[in-house]
C-alpha cells in the first residue's frame, strides 16, 4: 500500500480548472491504518456543493478521483463526504465512508474513513493549503 500511496501523490497537481476551490492537504497524523490517504486534494464548486476528491486510495480502486458532496458548509468548517467501494486485503468488500473537515480560521484538516457494517473507525489529522 507504501507504493500506492507514493505513487498517488503524482495526481495531487492536476487540472483543477473546473472548480472554485483546491484544497492541498497533507495529513501530519495518521493511524497508520493506510485507509485514510497521507495527501488529499479536493476541488469544490461552492456554487453546486460538487466536490472531486484526488488521493492514493481512490486512484487504486478507481483509477482516478472519487466524486463527494459538501456536507456542511459554514463561517467556521466546511465538511465533505464521499463514499468509496473498496476491497480489503483478505477479499472482504465494503463501502468506506470518508469525511474531509477543513477549519476556515487555520486551514487545519481532519479526515475520517469508515468501513459501512464494521466498527472501525480510521482518523488523520493536517493542514491544507488553499488554491
Known amino acids: 500500500m507504501k507504493l500506492i500511496l507514493n505513487a498517488g501523490l503524482a495526481f495531487l497537481c492536476l487540472n483543477s480548472a ?5 484544497y492541498e492537504c497533507q495529513m ?3 493511524d ?14 461552492p456554487s453546486t456543493g460538487d466536490a472531486e476528491v ?11 478521483p472519487s466524486y463527494g458532496a459538501v456536507d456542511t458548509d459554514n463561517a467556521k468548517r466546511v465538511t465533505f463526504k464521499s463514499d468509496l467501494k473498496t476491497t480489503t486485503s483478505r477479499g ?8 474531509a473537515t477543513i477549519m476556515k480560521h487555520n486551514n ?11 466498527l472501525n473507525n480510521y482518523k488523520s489529522s493536517g493542514n491544507c493549503v488553499v488554491k
Open 108 to 118: 487545519a484538516a481532519r479526515v475520517t474513513g469508515k468501513p459501512l457494517g464494521y
Open 32 to 45: 497508520r491504518s493506510k485507509w485514510v490517504p497521507e495527501a488529499v486534494q479536493i476541488n469544490y464548486d
Open 28 to 30: 501530519t497524523k495518521n
Open 92 to 99: 472482504q468488500f465494503t463501502t468506506m465512508q470518508y469525511r
Open 54 to 64: 484526488w488521493d492514493p486510495i481512490s486512484n487504486h480502486f478507481l483509477g482516478g
Open 18 to 22: 473546473a472548480f472554485a476551490v483546491t
